[in-house]
């Protein structure tokens, strides 16, 4: 066991990708010498040189269409954009050319690009460094799009996305990044947790919370004060968002009963309404609630010394709670 | 207004002297790729086909010259009106209508269509510019190999984003790419001069771009003027962009052809095809009637194939 924060725990997963395979190839903008702005690629350009960690212009579709076209041609690029909000000029590389080839081609051409994305607020940052895009990237046929929350996930989960024959948008929690927690480097690849499969990370009985990325953490707080209540609350981290673990979180729910989805992002057509429609139409002789969601409002992330507004928090999601017992 | 129609650049007004007879490889690949567009508008007016489509009428030269300086290890990007671009790659004719007919033996089993062809090399996007990034990448995995990345655009690409961004990579990082402007004055149906500020050629100069404009028409002669260009392309790994002054000769798609009399008339008097006939009559009326057949061969065995996998209930 070792303690990393999450930021580094990406940085090994990288890393041990790049030493397992030549393919592998970082870029971006500043993740070469400054080993990017959250220094998650630290240190790599140094080891494995500029040809393999290079640095971009500022320049989102190129960055994206040049991965695309290296992953043509065999490679595996690892893409990072920046900040959430820097992810929308690469939109139509995105969503038009790397989610769309693959199944144009019924699946004969294969693009393994990684799209890292640091997301979400909560760092007293600007809009277009707080935002959420996870529902943009959900609604797109072919791309898998991931969401890590802690730094045991971040280890692992960066280098299943590299080795992912599809391509995946990795999103991380930003806020998290520091975080530490002991993480296993040395457990076994079939040891992981598979891809695609969400995780009960705190069992209960009375209530499902399910949330990904940076609401995890928050969540296991709210069940932690609702156990004070006598609450028993069993937390999901769904991880992978598409394909969506659906199983799992249905055997959670059919359960207990009732279910808040708790995400940053907008509630009005967020990703908490997908789960709340396939929760309706799996479990709806065993809800004893609707299925509440908790996320931010229709509204731009607003400034830095409002954002504790708008993000969601421990009393938010026990509101929440409440309301599914008051049902 | 009396508009003159000018003589094709680079040949004399009576075009016999200067222009040595094409090979008849060449004759017939730019024959099939004529045929093939016009039996495309054919069954498209027969009710055969569904969706859209866009020909290269007028423009099948261009991939003609460009395919003997191409070889197998290069990795052709192609946009909405490739099927030229496709045939001068691939002698696959069957496999391209049955592509675009979604029928048995379709070369991505019907599922991209005209403008979504994927194969073995090529690739094909409507979006237009986003393929530039893209041969960028492409061609940054090319480089040191001999190989290249060839992106065929139009003049409204440069309308978009994406070009100057992939333009500035692929110099930065002195990248195999070969830029082929089809520059034909007209953006669906916005002429060049509504859409475009300046010039391609300063556009490529501002990023420190190779520019090479080719007004001729004459596959020959195009080889020629391009040969040394493409091998600097390869061995000095940088990009080029060749401009072609072009006319399309038909509609951007079916029946949209906002142009007036005068300016299709003046397209249709640098259509390659009217001028091989008449100065070279005898090769061409064979060629050209087999390739007629030919194409309608195809056009008729693939017509009667049944739905492709992916079309199936």
């Known amino acids: 066991m070792t303690t990393l924060t999450l930021a580094k725990a990406l940085n090994e997963g ?11 190839l970082v870029m971006g903008e500043d993740v070469g010498k400054l080993g990017g702005v959250f220094r998650v690629t630290d240190g790599l350009q140094k080891d494995f040189g500029e040809q393999r960690v290079i640095d971009t212009p500022l320049a989102e579709s190129g960055i994206i269409g040049t991965a695309i076209g290296l992953a043509l041609r065999g490679y595996r690029p690892v893409c990072e954009i920046q900040f959430d909000g820097f992810v929308f000029p690469a939109a139509d590389q995105i969503i038009t050319q790397l989610a769309k080839m693959p199944l144009r081609s019924l699946g004969k051409l294969k693009l393994p690009v990684v799209v890292r994305i640091p997301c979400g607020g909560g760092i007293g940052a600007v809009e277009h460094h707080s935002e959420s895009p996870e529902a943009y990237f959900t609604h797109t046929a072919g791309l898998r799009v991931v969401a890590c929350s802690n730094p045991a996930d971040g280890y692992t989960m960066i280098q299943q996305a590299i080795r992912c024959e599809d ?3 990795f999103f991380e929690p930003k806020r998290r990044y520091w975080e530490k927690a002991d993480v296993d480097t040395s457990a076994p690849a079939d040891d992981w947790t598979p891809f695609d499969r969400a995780r009960v990370v705190r069992p209960g009985a009375d209530v499902t919370l399910l949330a990904y990325g940076p609401m995890v953490r928050t969540c296991l707080e709210a069940a932690a004060a609702a156990e004070e209540d006598g609450r028993s609350v069993e937390v999901v981290d769904l991880r992978s968002l598409n394909p969506l673990d659906i199983d799992l979180v249905a055997e959670s729910v059919a359960r207990t009963g009732r279910c808040a989805v708790v995400h940053e992002a907008p509630v009005f057509s ?3 309404a997908e789960i709340a429609a396939r929760l309706t139409e799996r479990c709806f002789y065993n809800l004893e609630a609707p299925v509440l969601r908790v996320g931010g409002p229709s509204t731009p992330y607003p400034p830095s010394r409002l954002e504790d507004h708008y993000l969601p928090d421990l009393d938010r999601v026990l509101d929440a709670v409440d309301r599914l017992f008051a049902f | 207004m009396t508009v003159t129609v000018p003589a094709p650049t680079g040949t004399t007004p ?12 060449d004759l017939e690949l730019l024959l099939l790729i004529r045929h093939f567009e ?7 007016e027969a009710g055969e086909l569904s969706g859209t489509t866009h020909t290269c009428l007028g423009q099948e030269y261009i991939p003609v010259a460009l395919s003997r300086l191409l070889g197998d290890d290069d990795f052709v990007l192609s946009n909405h009106r490739g099927h030229g671009h496709f045939l001068a790659r691939h002698a696959e004719p069957y496999g391209l209508l049955a592509e675009i007919m979604g029928r048995e033996g379709a070369l ?12 073995r090399h090529f690739l094909s996007t409507g979006v237009q510019g986003e393929s530039l990034p893209v041969a960028t990448g492409v061609a940054l995995a090319l480089k040191g190999t001999g190989a290249l990345a060839c992106a065929y655009i139009g003049d409204g690409t440069w309308g978009e984003g994406a070009v100057y961004e992939a333009l500035n990579m692929a110099q930065l990082w002195r990248v195999p790419l070969l830029v082929v402007v089809e520059h034909n ?6 002429p060049t001069a509504a859409q475009m500020s300046g010039r391609v050629a300063a556009r490529a100069a501002a990023f420190d771009v190779l520019h090479h404009r080719v007004t001729s028409l004459e596959v020959g002669e195009i080889r020629t003027e391009l040969a ?16 072609f002054a072009t006319h399309r000769a038909g509609p951007h798609s079916k029946g949209d052809d906002t142009r007036s009399p005068e300016e299709i008339a003046l397209a249709a008097a640098h259509d390659w095809y009217d001028r091989y006939a008449r100065l070279f009559p005898e090769p061409f009326a064979r060629i050209d009637r087999e390739r007629r057949e030919l194409v309608e061969r195809i056009a008729a065995e693939v017509t009667a194939r049944p739905p492709s996998a992916w079309e199936r209930p």
């Open chain 1, 14 to 24: 990288m890393r041990k990708a790049m030493e397992d395979d030549p393919k592998v």
């Open chain 2, 185 to 190: 004055g007209i953006a669906q149906s916005t």
């Open chain 1, 270 to 272: 967020g990703f908490g």
């Open chain 2, 38 to 44: 016009l039996t495309l508008l054919r069954l498209f």
């Open chain 2, 108 to 119: 991505c089993a019907g599922v991209g269509g005209s403008q979504h062809v994927y194969h």
């Open chain 2, 228 to 243: 040394p260009l493409v091998a600097m392309v390869r061995q000095d790994s940088r990009p080029l962009v060749v401009e």
């Open chain 2, 14 to 25: 009576s075009g016999a002297r200067r222009t040595p007879p094409p090979e008849p490889e």
């Open chain 1, 167 to 169: 391509p995946v948008i």
